[in-house]
C-alpha cells in the first residue's frame, strides 16, 4: 500500500526506530541546522523539531536522510541496490495517471489577504550560517504547467524568504520550471506565470519532483507508477494548477518572467557555499494548509538529505537510456560523488563502442547537465563496488588512449571545481576502463587472464561454516 501522506510515513519510519522526536525548544537561526548536519554526517535518524522558538509550527528534517529511509520510501527496503535501481527504472516505465478529488487535507485552512503570510506556515530556518537569510524552499516542490503541452512539472527549486509574501525563485537553465517559464514568456509576454509550491508531502512525490525525469508525461503520473496507485490531485484556488490533496502546506502565486534579483548565498547539495546570482521572484497570493501543519525542509550539503533525494532517479534516468544501447549491462552513479560520476558496465560490442556510449551520456538534454566523469568498465566488474572500479582503471587504463576530454560543456552551475566567473561551463572527461582486447588481438595476442580461482572460491563458501570465522 502506498503512503497516503507525509504523517502516515513519518508514523513507518518512527516505528522502526528512524525518526526521532525533538522536545526541547531549538533556535531556527542555528540549531536546527547544526543538528541536521551532525545527523547527516553520522547517518542518523529523521528528526521532527516539535519546538521551534517563537513558531508554532514543528520542522521535519532527514525524512529521506539515507539511502535505509529511501527503500522504506519506496517500499523497496527489501531490495538491493541494482535491485532498487532496476525496479525504479519498471515503475516509472509504467506511469499512473493522477486523479483528480474535490478537496483534500490540504485546503483545512485557507488563508488569503493579509492573512496569506508566509510567516504563518514558515519557521525562519537558517540552513546554513552564511546563507543570505531563511530558505522557505528546500523541499519546496515547485509546480508549473507546460503552457503548448498541457503537462505539469514538479521540480524542487530553491526559495530564499524576501517578505511575507514573495521569495526568490530558483530554476536554473535547462530545468523544466525555467523551460516552461521561457515558453510562458514568449506566448503570454508581460503576464505573471501561475506557481503553486507544495511542502510536505508523500514521498514518491518528493523523490519524482527531486529526480529528473523526461516529459511527457509529467511528474504527477510518474508518481502513480512509484507509489504504484494513482497520486490524488486537488486545483489550486487561484489557478489551474492541482497539487497534491494530502501535502502539509501549499503556497499558490505567480512568477513575472522579466523580474530578476539577487539571491544566495547557498549551502548546495556538492557541499560548498554557492555564491549569490540571480533568480525569479514568487509573489505569493494565497496559503492552503492542514490543520497542526509539518514544515518538510532540509539542510544542503555533503552528505544531505538532498543527495539522496535525487541519486537514485538521477541514476535510474541514466539507466533507462542507456539500456537501450545494445550491450550496456549495469549503471552506477555513486552518492558520494553528488551526481557529478557515472560509471558504466558493457558487453563492447563494435570498435569506437565505449567512446559512443560517453558521448551519449554528455549529449543527452537531461543527463549532460550533471555528468562530468563518465567511467566504463567491462561487464564482469561490479560498478557498485569502489574497490573493483579502481582496479579496473588501474589495470587497463592507458592515459593517452583511454581518456577523452570534452572541453566547454554545459553544468548547473554548481560544481566548485571552477571559479565563479565560469560557472555554468565544464570540461567533461571520460575514461575507458575495459581490457583492450582490441589492442592485444592487433597483435596476435589475448589478454591476460584472471586469476581469482571462481571455481575454488565457490567451494570454499559453500562450507564457510567449517572454519569458525566470524565476517
Not at 514568456?185 to 510536505?200: E, F, T, W
Not at 512525490?205 to 507508477?225: R, T
Not at 579502481?390 to 571545481?417: F, K, N, Y
Request: include cysteine; hydrophobic fraction near 40%.
Amino acid at each position: 500500500m502506498a503512503y497516503r501522506d507525509l504523517r502516515q510515513f513519518m508514523a513507518v519510519l518512527e516505528k522502526k526506530g528512524l525518526l526521532v522526536r525533538v522536545k526541547a525548544e531549538v533556535d531556527p537561526a542555528w540549531e536546527i541546522n547544526g543538528v541536521t548536519n551532525k545527523l547527516a554526517v553520522e547517518q542518523g535518524p529523521a528528526v521532527l523539531f516539535e519546538n521551534v522558538k517563537g513558531h508554532k509550527v514543528p520542522v521535519l528534517a532527514g525524512a529521506i536522510g539515507t539511502v535505509k529511509h529511501l527503500a522504506l520510501a519506496l517500499e523497496m527496503d527489501s531490495l538491493g541496490g541494482k535491485e532498487m535501481a532496476t525496479e525504479w527504472v519498471r515503475r516509472t516505465e509504467h506511469p499512473i495517471p493522477p486523479k483528480s478529488v474535490k478537496t483534500g487535507p490540504c485546503k483545512e485552512n485557507i488563508l488569503t489577504g493579509d492573512k496569506a503570510d508566509i510567516n504563518a506556515i514558515f519557521p525562519p530556518v537558517q540552513w546554513h550560517e552564511e546563507d543570505g537569510g531563511p530558505f522557505v524552499g528546500t523541499l519546496g516542490l515547485v509546480v508549473t504547467k507546460d503552457p503548448e503541452t498541457g503537462v505539469q512539472n514538479a521540480g524542487m527549486y530553491r526559495m530564499m524568504y524576501r517578505t511575507k509574501n514573495e521569495t526568490g525563485l530558483l530554476m536554473c537553465y535547462g530545468q523544466h520550471g525555467q523551460r516552461h517559464l521561457q515558453k510562458w514568456q514568449r506566448l503570454y509576454p508581460g503576464k505573471p506565470m501561475p506557481v503553486a509550491v507544495a511542502i510536505g508531502t508523500e514521498p514518491a512525490y518528493l523523490l519524482a519532483a527531486a529526480s529528473k525525469l523526461s516529459h511527457p508525461p509529467g511528474e504527477d503520473d510518474y508518481v502513480g507508477g512509484l507509489r504504484q496507485e494513482p497520486l490524488e490531485l486537488v486545483k489550486c484556488e487561484t489557478c489551474h494548477l492541482q497539487v497534491p490533496a494530502t501535502a502539509e502546506i501549499i503556497l499558490e502565486g505567480e512568477v513575472r518572467p522579466e523580474q530578476l534579483e539577487p539571491d544566495g548565498p547557498f549551502g548546495e547539495y556538492p557541499g560548498y557555499m554557492a555564491a549569490e546570482r540571480s533568480a525569479n521572484v514568487f509573489h505569493l497570493k494565497v496559503i492552503t494548509h492542514r490543520s497542526n501543519p509539518i514544515f518538510h525542509g532540509q539542510r544542503e550539503g555533503w552528505p544531505s538529505e538532498g543527495n539522496i533525494l535525487w541519486w537514485l532517479g538521477l541514476e535510474g534516468l541514466a539507466y533507462s537510456k542507456l539500456k537501450k544501447i545494445p550491450g550496456v549491462v549495469d549503471v552506477h552513479a555513486p552518492l558520494p560523488a553528488c551526481c557529478f560520476k557515472l560509471i558504466v558496465s558493457v558487453r563492447k560490442s563494435w570498435p569506437g563502442y565505449v567512446n559512443e556510449i560517453i558521448q551519449s551520456v554528455w549529449g543527452d538534454v537531461e543527463l549532460a547537465y550533471f555528468f562530468k566523469n563518465v567511467v566504463v568498465v567491462d561487464e564482469d566488474v561490479d560498478v557498485r563496488n569502489p574497490a573493483h572500479v579502481e582496479w579496473a582503471i588501474a589495470t587497463h587504463v592507458q592515459p593517452d588512449r583511454d581518456i577523452m576530454i570534452a572541453p566547454r560543456c554545459p553544468e548547473l552551475g554548481l560544481d566548485p571545481s571552477q571559479p565563479i566567473s565560469r560557472r555554468g561551463w565544464t570540461a567533461k572527461w571520460g575514461v575507458d576502463a575495459t581490457m583492450p582486447v582490441e589492442e592485444y588481438r592487433a597483435e596476435g595476442a589475448e589478454p591476460p587472464a584472471l586469476c581469482n580461482d571462481p571455481h575454488i572460491k565457490a567451494r570454499v563458501e559453500a562450507q564457510w561454516q567449517k572454519y569458525g570465522i566470524n565476517l
